[in-house]
């Protein structure tokens, strides 16, 4: 069952420009939700994270908004650099159980 | 800090043979994870330990996959005999909580790439 979903496999932007970033889910019961950053060869790394008592947060150039009444989670990277691309994946959490989207690869284009 | 400890990197073998990985996770950590991740896909929880005791194993395959953590520290996963589909990289990761909150994420290591042919 797939209770986190990223709709996109990829995405390519032009260095400088905005990345945006999607997940839905389906389990309300869900409370915290997380953003890892994939390069290849080596295991995902935490990016950024929010609760869901609270619909952005912020660190740097990253931007992660939350719409509980849509399920949806987004990622925004503002300015785009080339060693921002990766995958990207998407997580949701309830006590001891975390699921993970299937992953968006972004590419920045010099 | 040192992060979390892999290995081997990568494995190769034939199906219906045996295989082991090891993980040793942040020094402190009180909970490991082991993850599978199947090409295109996310990462897929098989087992939680707290300290060294099971907290969720119900998504792993237990008549081919067996893991310990003994001692609390370091653990194996094992999978005995190998399926064509357990390819897939097999991720280890470790928190220092019970469970991941707001500012305790997973820590995760590289991986173990394992090829079944």
């Known amino acids: 069952d797939q209770q986190v979903k990223q709709n996109s496999p990829s995405l390519s932007v032009q260095e400088g420009r905005i990345s945006i970033l999607n997940c839905d889910y389906t389990n309300s019961m869900f409370d915290y939700f997380l953003w890892y950053k994939k390069y290849p060869a080596e295991g995902p790394t935490f990016l950024i994270s929010?609760?869901?008592?609270?619909d952005k947060n912020e660190d740097g150039r990253f931007t992660v908004f939350l719409n509980k009444s849509a399920k949806h989670l987004s990622l925004h990277i503002v300015p785009s650099q080339p060693g921002d691309s990766a995958v990207y994946f998407c997580?949701?959490?309830?006590?001891?159980?975390?699921?993970f989207g299937a992953g968006t690869r972004l590419t920045v284009k010099p | 800090e040192a992060g979390v400890a892999q290995s081997p990197r990568y494995k190769i073998i034939e199906k219906r043979q045996s295989v082991a990985f090891w993980c040793n996770p942040i020094s402190g950590h009180a909970t490991l994870y082991w993850y599978q991740q199947i090409l295109g896909q996310g990462p897929k929880l098989l087992i939680q330990f707290q300290n060294n005791g099971v907290v969720d194993d119900s998504q792993l395959p237990k008549d081919r996959f067996s893991a310990e953590r003994l001692k609390g520290v370091d653990s194996t996963l094992k999978i005995q005999p190998a399926k064509l589909e357990d390819s897939a990289v097999y991720l280890c990761?470790?928190?220092?909580?019970?469970?991941?909150?707001?500012?305790?994420?997973?820590?995760f290591g590289n991986g173990t790439r394992l090829t079944v042919t």
């Open positions: 990761a470790s928190n220092p909580r019970a469970a991941p909150g707001y500012n305790s994420p997973l820590h």
């Open positions: 997580a949701a959490s309830v006590i001891n159980d975390m699921r």
């Open positions: 929010i609760s869901s008592i609270k």
